[in-house]
């Protein structure tokens, strides 16, 4: 950009608003790495995009110039309050991350496999009983919302109703329906409320309880935290815990059901699913409007980004940068190193990254132990910008003989 340049009296780079398929935002996102890494698009109010793998890590690790407190989203959401920790910068974002942390560490989500799979298992066996069905509706959907559920010891019906709401959340935010965005956050806000009450009454243990870990923060004698924060905090990440996984679970199976090669070999050889699925998750990475705001001018490449300006973070794209992963756009079992960004970089990494691991692998195993074949069934219909994955995935599913 030439120096007295602004972007608001150039041409956008592009529009993301657009209809999309399956496959079709990786070819633009191709095209752009090459001609414009760093972009400018006039769409919700105005906002840049980097693209490349490198320009995003540089991004997500300069704490310091980049904050998520002001806009860390594109479009930007009105808020009443902060949400922790995505509404939080360092250092202060510290002292919600310790505490969720300790209860999401792969030692303690671990424990909730058995709940997981038996999940999976209800659910995949009443798809193949009528052959198959909207895989993302029936089964990842509810099952993204049973894990969460049994992470919370809640009731299923209370996590479903959570989804319902956050999906129209999304949907609100993409149409930047002002009262739309209010209503469902006001609604999330009960939600969050409502568990925050349950287990304020109950004697849980800190340890492994995300909201009872909070709450033990509360009390803190040193850097205590607020209740209120504490229901900020759940609101948040109830939200994000349900909405990821059942956006890239959606993508795994249609991948699956193209490749009926790499099927029979996941079933033969089960002990490659791990490497599986983080092939699945580089291709497919779920989200792609994180964004951060800059706190000076600062120049990416040759583009001069704005002090204030909100940067989105376009994930799906840097995991597939030629310039870090070889043959981007092909799974490979044998891709060695894998150092996506699918859970984010930097100070707010994907603090649920170990049990959306766990509850992913669970669900392909359980998927593929439990058929001999999937097989698309129909188009798939893609959520809108904010969640990058299928919100319709029909598929045809045989049961092993």
């Given amino acids: 950009m030439h120096p007295d340049q602004t972007p608001t009296d150039r041409r956008s780079d592009w529009d993301p608003r657009g209809p999309e398929t399956f496959d079709s935002s990786h070819p633009v996102y191709t095209e752009m790495r090459g001609r414009c890494p760093v972009a400018w698009s006039d769409a919700f109010g105005g906002f840049w995009s980097v693209l490349k793998y490198d320009d995003i890590v540089r991004v997500t ?14 479009p930007g959401i009105p808020r009443a309050e902060r949400r922790p920790p995505l509404h939080i910068d360092p250092p202060e974002h510290r002292l919600y991350r310790e505490p969720l942390n300790q209860v999401f560490r792969k030692s303690v989500v671990s424990r909730l496999e058995p709940d997981f799979r038996r999940h999976a298992g209800e659910l995949i066996d009443k798809m193949l009983e009528q052959g198959g069905g909207d895989f993302s509706r029936e089964f990842a959907l509810p099952y993204a919302a049973g894990c969460f559920a049994a992470m919370l010891d809640l009731p299923l019906e209370l996590m479903l109703r959570t989804r319902e709401i956050g999906v129209r959340y999304s949907f609100a935010i993409q149409d930047m329906d002002r009262e739309g965005i209010r209503a469902a956050s006001e609604e999330l806000y009960v939600v969050a409320g409502e568990i925050f009450e349950q287990v304020k009454a109950e004697d849980r243990d800190p340890g492994t309880d995300m909201v009872a870990s909070l709450l033990a923060k509360t009390r803190d004698p040193g850097e205590p935290i607020t209740e209120r924060s504490v229901v900020s905090t759940i609101r948040q990440i109830i939200v994000a815990a349900t909405g990821a996984p059942h956006a890239v679970l959606g ?7 193209r490749d009926v090669a790499l099927q029979d070999r996941l079933r033969a050889e089960p002990d490659l699913l791990p490497a599986a699925l983080e ?3 580089r291709l497919y990475s779920p989200y792609r409007v994180f964004a951060r705001t800059a706190t ?9 980004i704005k002090e204030g300006q909100a940067v989105a973070l376009i994930f799906p794209s840097g995991n597939r940068d030629e310039e870090h992963f070889t043959d981007p756009h092909t799974f490979r079992l044998d891709r060695r190193p894998n150092r996506h960004i699918a859970f984010g970089k930097g100070a707010h990494t994907c603090v649920a990254a170990p049990m959306a691991r766990v509850e992913l692998r669970v669900a392909l195993e359980e998927l593929l132990k439990r058929t001999a074949r999937i097989e698309p069934a129909g188009d798939v219909e893609m959520f809108n910008w904010l969640e990058f994955g299928p919100v319709s995935t029909p598929l045809s599913m045989t049961a092993l003989s």
Avoid: K, P, W, Y
């Fill in 61 to 74: 690790e300069d704490a310091d110039g980049f904050i998520t407190s002001v806009q860390n989203t594109v």
């Fill in 251 to 257: 993508s795994c199976a249609v991948h699956l059901s």
């Fill in 279 to 281: 092939e699945l998750l």
């Fill in 296 to 304: 000076r001018d600062v120049t990416i490449r040759d583009r001069e």
